[in-house]
């Protein structure tokens, strides 16, 4: 088992839609949590951290649940731009247990 | 230009061969980072480090050598290339051990024929 699972989709939505993302951790110990964005061919960019208390950004949600141990990204009003790779990370106290998921894709279409 | 950069871009050599990638950073922060990116595997990470002269394996480390002698400079060194390693190989930096985040550079592709 994967320590961070993600739906490798692709999500096909139409701009203008609401999508979510769910993503699961298996280590316990893990302490932070962010969400990147990876373009085609590019570098993962971070996109937002995670908070228990969940956090916002934008049309860009996260949530955390440490007693079911997954992460969710919620985007509303897809952009056509919002097309990318979404990856998961889970990170254990020091950092440096920083698992990446294999991402999800997504096409905003249209 | 401030930021992360890698070098070269792309690279194509020979199984046996040793070949470097260069990873700089003008930030000044304290811990960089190697990882691959492979298709269904994600990211793994090969060798980080905490600071100049600390360095520390990953969760794939095998294969490789890196060397931290200057904070802006953290080189990976693949002592004879094998096909596995073909791969997309992405350096990041973070300036704290509490985890904010990465910055990654842009990558090199790499080629073992």
């Known amino acids: 088992r994967k320590e961070v699972e993600q739906d490798p989709g692709p999500f096909n939505v139409p701009e203008g839609a609401t999508v979510a993302f769910n993503c699961t951790y298996s280590?316990?110990?893990?302490?932070?949590f962010f969400w990147y964005r990876q373009d085609c061919r590019k570098e993962p960019k971070l996109l937002m951290s995670?908070?228990?208390s969940g956090n916002e950004d934008g049309r860009f949600t996260a949530q955390l649940n440490r007693a079911s141990q997954y992460i969710s990204l919620l985007i509303r009003d897809s952009k056509l731009s919002d097309s990318a790779t979404y990856l998961c990370?889970?990170?254990?106290?020091?950092?440096?247990?920083?698992?990446f998921g294999a991402g999800t894709r997504l096409f905003v279409k249209a | 230009d401030a930021g992360i950069t890698q070098s070269p871009r792309y690279k194509i050599t020979e199984t046996g061969r040793q070949v470097t990638l260069m990873c700089h950073q003008t930030w000044s922060h304290s811990y960089m980072f190697w990882y691959r990116q492979d298709l269904g595997h994600g990211l793994r990470l090969i060798y980080y480090s905490a600071a100049a002269d600390i360095t520390d394996k990953g969760e794939v480390p095998d294969g490789y050598v890196v060397s931290r002698s200057k904070t802006e400079n953290f080189p990976l060194t693949l002592e004879s290339a094998t096909r596995s390693q073909t791969s997309v190989y992405f350096c990041a930096s973070s300036e704290s051990r509490v985890n904010y985040g990465y910055t990654f550079g842009s990558g090199t592709r790499l080629t073992v024929v």
């Open positions: 995670v908070y228990s």
């Open positions: 280590n316990s110990a893990s302490q932070s």
């Open positions: 990370v889970a990170s254990s106290t020091g950092g440096f247990k920083t698992i």
